[in-house]
């Protein structure tokens, strides 16, 4: 089952994004689970984020999930961002403890999901379908 809190943090992604869809959400677990293992609180304005991915949509739909759920945005020069061919990485920063988190996704979980988009499955039942698989099958993770 997934939690509440998890939920409301979804519906606040989409009303920041503009709709709801499955790499949306894939930022929104790369922000939540950042925060959950450098114990970052909500209030915390220390963290920074690089993110390095494909510059294009529906990949750049992460951005917003990272930023609805960190308040690391570009405006406030906390979020900065690197294209990549492939690859979907963050690296999380809280300035005032000096741990790092590298998050990378799945490659093959984002392969799949590019595969179900094209063959027309609903964003509702991808999207479900991220917010309920454990973070440890959606990213590699190091801690510095």
């Known amino acids: 089952m997934l939690e509440e809190k998890l939920k409301l943090t979804i519906k606040?992604?989409?009303k920041l994004h503009g709709h709801l869809g499955p790499f949306l959400?894939?930022?929104?677990?790369m922000g939540e689970t950042a925060k959950k293992i450098l114990k970052i609180s909500h209030e915390n304005t220390s963290l920074q984020v690089t993110a390095k991915l494909p510059l294009r949509t529906p990949f750049s739909c992460v951005l917003d999930g990272i930023?609805?759920?960190t308040q690391c945005t570009i405006g406030n020069q906390k979020l900065k961002i690197e294209n990549s061919s492939k690859e979907i990485s963050a690296k999380f920063q809280c300035t005032k403890t000096g741990k790092i988190l590298m998050m990378t996704a799945n490659q093959k979980i984002?392969?799949?999901?590019?595969?179900?988009?094209?063959?027309g499955v609903s964003n509702e039942e991808l999207v479900w379908k991220i917010a309920r698989t454990p973070e440890n099958q959606l990213f590699t993770m190091k801690k510095q």
């Open 67 to 69: 930023q609805a759920t």
């Open 25 to 29: 959400v894939l930022g929104v677990r």
């Open 12 to 14: 606040e992604a989409e």
């Open 110 to 119: 984002t392969e799949a999901l590019m595969k179900r988009l094209s063959e």
